[in-house]
């Protein structure tokens, strides 16, 4: 199977409301500010919708890291996608995933959505939050979908990750803590590295994924649906 690697250099900076835009990919298929590398990859979708294309069996799409010190306190990554079927028995599908110290959205066989972010207790010692929704989320060719997850620093030691599913909360975890991890892992995008056990990769179609180093507004994340 052919490799492609290749570089983008644009370093345009992005804007969302006031947040950096760090690392977007969109339906056109272009890549802003990360370096990619794919393996058994299409760039046009399968169905009518414009995206990246996964085929459930062995695509490999991944991005070099973002700097260490990015995705350490707050940030948003908004994602779209549409998940055609779900992932053999006793496996979940990485959305998003940087390995190692896990920050990940992963939708397991019974069609469950997930988000899980490892994090620093104040005793210097790991911790993970991880939120999921109560029942399966819509899934079937077609069907699009827009997920965001937020994590934040709060006051007096605190930390809060959120779960967002077609503009509707779904889920959220608030924990005290020093911080979330310094990450120095790859991104992953519908799927996982080969050598990680437990894992399924996409049968769907993701449209777009953005990473903000800020938390957006409630009333942003709503009109996202």
């Known amino acids: 199977m052919k490799k492609v690697f290749f570089t ?32 058994g ?4 979708g399968l169905d009518r919708f414009v995206g990246y294309s996964f ?39 990485p959305l998003f995933l940087r390995p190692g110290f896990h920050n990940c959205i992963a939708i397991d066989s019974s ?8 994090y620093l207790k104040t ?9 999921k929704t109560e029942k399966s989320i819509r899934i079937g060719k077609g069907r699009l979908n827009r997920i965001v997850v937020t994590a934040e620093t709060l006051a007096n030691d605190q930390l809060r990750a959120r779960l ?11 924990v005290n803590g020093k911080g979330f991890f310094k990450y120095s892992k790859n991104i992953y995008i519908g799927s996982a590295p080969k ?17 903000c180093n800020n938390v957006l507004p409630e009333n942003e994340i709503v009109k996202l649906r």
């Open 123 to 131: 005793d210097g010692t790991k911790g993970v939050i991880k939120i």
């Open 8 to 39: 983008l250099l644009l370093t345009a900076v992005f804007s969302l409301s006031g947040a950096e835009l760090l690392f977007e990919i969109n339906k056109q298929g272009s890549i802003a500010l990360v370096q990619c590398q794919m393996l």
């Open 41 to 44: 990859f299409s760039g046009i």
């Open 164 to 174: 967002w599913y077609n503009g509707g909360l779904v889920g959220e975890k608030t």
């Open 55 to 93: 085929n459930g069996r062995d695509s490999l799409f991944w991005f070099e890291t973002l700097k260490k010190e990015q995705l350490q306190k707050e940030f948003t990554i908004v994602l779209t996608a549409a998940v055609h079927s779900l992932p053999p028995e006793k496996k979940v599908v």
């Open 195 to 211: 050598h990680l056990t437990g894992f399924s990769v996409l049968d769907g179609v993701i449209r777009s994924v953005q990473i």
């Open 111 to 118: 069609g469950v959505l997930s988000y899980s972010i490892w």
